[in-house]
């Protein structure tokens, strides 16, 4: 399971009706790379066959079966402080992060 905070779902909302492209709403995936060696990739998307679907106040949030091996437990928010705009993710699988916090290891 995943969860979206009701800040985030709302995010979603605004990225997805501003979307140039045929978006339905957010999509993460963990790739390689980073200082850890994993690190989190987001980017407005459809749903494709085989994605985990996670819906919160009528938002979408998209996740591939390999990056949920990753993700699964996952709370999803949005700040939108002084220090950094964005989505936030407090994930229960992370050992280890880099200093940088954009990468992380499982």
Do not use: W
Not at 23 to 32: D, H, P, S, W
Not at 39 to 57: A, H, I, S, T
């Amino acid at each position: 399971m995943i969860s979206l905070s009701s800040t985030a779902a709302h995010k979603i909302q605004e990225f997805v009706a501003g979307s140039q492209e045929s978006a339905e709403g957010l999509r993460i995936k963990v790739i390689g790379g980073g200082c850890s060696g994993l690190q989190y990739k987001m980017e407005l998307d459809e749903e494709r066959k085989g994605d985990k679907v996670f819906e919160e106040d009528g938002a979408k949030l998209f996740v591939d079966r390999k990056s949920y091996l990753y993700l699964n437990g996952t709370e999803v928010d949005y700040s939108d402080g002084l220090t950094g705009a964005g989505f936030q993710l407090t994930n229960p699988n992370v050992t280890r992060t880099c200093g940088c916090g954009q990468s992380f290891l499982v």
